[in-house]
């Protein structure tokens, strides 16, 4: 079946520090693939998204690049600041079975100054 | 602001009871799906509705029901409370239907069953 694995949280960074958030995934067919992240007590805004292998999605200074070799969307980001500090969601959608989203179980991300 | 705008923002009920939640997807878009949020099972897809339409359905128990109305807002009623049903209720839209579609969740609607 179709599904979305991420690294367990939290990530615990300083401010500055680069981030990299691992995610694989398993699909039947050809996935798009998507960040969300979730503040604290809001809702999930889309960060980034690719839909294609190779793609890369990036976003306020976020990237994740669309590997079908590895089945990986890993999120990075160069410097992190303390306003990063959220909770993030890999998902993935593939149709023809639905258009859902699969998500992961998210990683917690804390940036201290 | 995604454009998606959920009501009520926080539902205190007792188990046993019925609830109504309601959703309003951006202007113009036609898909709503509906996800549940709870620490036990993560976020889960219920329900996905398309121009009023049913469209896909994910692990919705018997309990629950939505419904898509002319007007394009969506509406999520959960009966029979219990316990674990508290969970935080989310709302999505997108402009079609397809896996390339980006869906813009609203703010959800937390729910706590007592």
């Known amino acids: 079946g179709n599904s979305v694995t991420q690294m367990e949280g939290p990530v615990t960074l300083s401010e500055e520090a680069f981030l990299t958030i691992n995610c694989t995934y398993t699909?039947?067919?050809?996935?798009?693939l998507f960040w969300y992240v979730q503040y604290p007590g809001e809702g999930l805004q889309l960060l980034l998204k690719?839909?294609?292998?190779?793609d890369k999605g990036s976003n306020k200074g976020f990237e994740a690049t669309y590997r079908k070799e590895t089945t990986s969307f890993h999120l990075e980001k160069g410097s992190v600041q303390v306003s990063d500090s959220a909770v993030y969601f890999c998902?993935?959608?593939?149709?023809?079975?639905?258009?859902?989203?699969?998500f992961g179980t998210g990683t917690r991300l804390q940036v201290f100054p | 602001d995604s454009g998606v705008t959920q009501t009520p923002k926080h539902l205190i009920t007792a188990t046993g009871q019925r609830v109504t939640l309601r959703c309003s997807p951006r202007?113009?878009?036609?898909?709503v799906y509906w996800y549940q949020q709870s620490l036990d099972q993560g976020l889960q897809f219920l329900i996905q509705?398309?121009?009023?339409?049913?469209?896909a359905k994910g692990n919705i128990l018997e309990r629950f029901s939505a419904q898509q109305f002319p007007d394009l807002h969506s509406e999520l009623n959960l009966s029979s409370l219990e316990l674990g049903d508290s969970a935080l209720y989310f709302c999505?839209?997108?402009?079609?239907?397809?896996?390339?579609?980006?869906?813009?969740f609203g703010p959800g609607t937390r729910l706590l069953v007592l």
């Open positions: 999505a839209s997108s402009v079609s239907s397809g896996e390339q579609e980006t869906q813009y």
């Open positions: 699909a039947t067919g050809y996935p798009s």
């Open positions: 690719a839909t294609k292998a190779d």
């Open positions: 998902a993935l959608s593939v149709v023809p079975n639905t258009d859902k989203l699969i």
């Open positions: 202007s113009g878009d036609l898909s």
């Open positions: 509705y398309y121009n009023g339409e049913e469209r």
